[in-house]
C-alpha cells in the first residue's frame, strides 16, 4: 500500500518536472527565434554590425522602457514601432532578459544610446 503511494507520488513528481522543463526549454526556443528575426538589423545576438543600436548587454530595463515607447509610439523611431507592436509585454521581458546576457563585442551606437540607462 504504501510502496504504491511511493510510486505514484514519484510519478506524479516525475511528470510535473518533465513538463516544467519542457515549459523552459520551449520559453527559451521561442525568445531565441524572436531574437534571431532582430539579428537581421541589430547584428548576431545583438552586436550592431552599423547602422542600428547595438543591443548586446544593454540594461534589462533600458531595454524594455525603449521597447515599450515603440509599441505605445511614445518613442520617435522608423521601424522599430512596426517591430515592438508585434510583441507581447512578456516576450519584450524575455528579449530584454536575453539581449541582456549578450556579451558585448561593438561599442553603443549613437545617438539612440547616448543617454544614461543603456549601459
Ligand atoms: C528592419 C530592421 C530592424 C529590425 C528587424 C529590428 N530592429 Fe530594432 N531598431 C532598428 C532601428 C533602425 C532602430 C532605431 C530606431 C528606429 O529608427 O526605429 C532600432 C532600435 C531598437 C531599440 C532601441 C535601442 C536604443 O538604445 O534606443 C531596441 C531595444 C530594439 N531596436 C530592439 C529590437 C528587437 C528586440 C528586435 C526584434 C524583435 C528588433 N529591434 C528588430 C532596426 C530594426
Known amino acids: 500500500m504504501m510502496n504504491r503511494l511511493h510510486i505514484g507520488m514519484a510519478l ?5 518536472w518533465a513538463a516544467s522543463l519542457h515549459a523552459q526549454d520551449s520559453t527559451a526556443q521561442v525568445t531565441t527565434t ?4 532582430c539579428a537581421a538589423c541589430h547584428g548576431p545576438q ?4 552599423g547602422g542600428t543600436p547595438t543591443l548586446a548587454a ?5 531595454f524594455i522602457q525603449r ?4 509599441k505605445n509610439g ?3 523611431a522608423t521601424v522599430m514601432h512596426q517591430h515592438a507592436r508585434g510583441l507581447t509585454d512578456d516576450e519584450i521581458i524575455a528579449l530584454a532578459a536575453y539581449f ?3 556579451p558585448r563585442q561593438t561599442p553603443l551606437t549613437a545617438p539612440h ?7
Open 12 to 16: 506524479v513528481c516525475g511528470l510535473s
Open 34 to 37: 524572436l531574437a534571431a528575426s
Open 46 to 49: 545583438g552586436n550592431s554590425l
Open 58 to 62: 544593454l540594461n534589462k530595463d533600458y
Open 67 to 70: 521597447m515599450q515607447g515603440f
Open 74 to 76: 511614445s518613442i520617435p
Open 100 to 102: 541582456a546576457a549578450q
Open 113 to 119: 544610446q547616448a543617454f544614461q540607462g543603456a549601459q
